[in-house]
């Protein structure tokens, strides 16, 4: 099954406007949730990780929020940009193990 | 470094020909996995290695499919025979093994089985 849910599926947003990508888990061992960008042609490239002992990591206009509560977490992009237009993968691993389980993607296109 | 290297990039063949896509890893990295991207059912695992040794082939879909790392500085993934349900972009990725580190992953191989 699924380990990693992954909403939406894809994703418009107008140049400049702030996107939007959630995540859930159910497995409660998971410690570490990275985010990969893909861009057509290319394979996956980690953007940006979080542990769960934080509720928020940012980096530049990339910030993920992390609910240890609620097993969720998102990818949020502020002022949005044409060259974001990608797929984006949430992710999460545990401690001990070495293969990563991705969400389904999301393809963002941004409008100019 | 030169990063994941995969070739071929495309590869077109007919249905029942047997199909050898390779990888090599990046120099220092120990892990080594296997995925398959399509539309229909995104990023898919089909067998990872760690220090040469398979650990998990369950993700590999049939026995047409078959893995071999005979060495850390090279894998393969070959089909045989090919089917047209097989197209897809193959990416092989490296890691280092335990610790949080992120995967490397190639550009991909791109296989069209008509």
């Known amino acids: 099954q699924q380990q990693v849910k992954q909403s939406p599926q894809s994703l418009i947003v107008q140049k400049g406007g702030i996107s939007i990508i959630n995540c859930a888990y159910e497995n409660t061992a998971f410690d570490y949730f990275p985010w990969y960008q893909q861009f057509p042609g290319k394979g996956p490239a980690l953007l940006i990780a979080i542990r769960p002992d934080v509720s928020e990591k940012k980096e530049g206009r990339f910030t993920i929020s992390f609910n240890k509560s609620a097993k969720q977490f998102s990818l949020h992009i502020m002022d949005s940009q044409p060259g974001d237009s990608a797929t984006y993968f949430c992710?999460?691993?545990?401690?001990?193990?070495?293969?990563?389980?991705f969400g389904t993607g999301t393809r963002l296109t941004v409008i100019p | 470094d030169a990063g994941v290297i995969q070739s071929p990039r495309h590869e077109v063949t007919e249905m029942g020909q047997e199909v050898t896509l390779r990888c090599k890893p990046i120099s220092g990295h120990n892990s080594l996995f296997w995925y398959r991207q399509t539309m229909m059912r995104g990023l898919e695992l089909l067998i990872y290695?760690?220090?040469?040794?398979?650990?998990?082939d369950s993700g590999m879909p049939e026995d047409r499919f078959s893995a071999k790392m005979p060495n850390a500085s090279f894998s393969t993934l070959k089909i045989q025979p090919s089917e047209p349900r097989d197209s897809a972009v193959y990416f092989c990725?490296?890691?280092?093994?335990?610790?949080?580190?992120?995967?490397?992953f190639g550009s991909g191989t791109r296989l069209t089985v008509v």
């Open positions: 290695f760690n220090n040469n040794v398979p650990i998990d």
């Open positions: 990725a490296s890691s280092k093994i335990g610790g949080y580190y992120g995967y490397t």
């Open positions: 992710a999460a691993i545990m401690t001990g193990a070495n293969n990563l389980f």
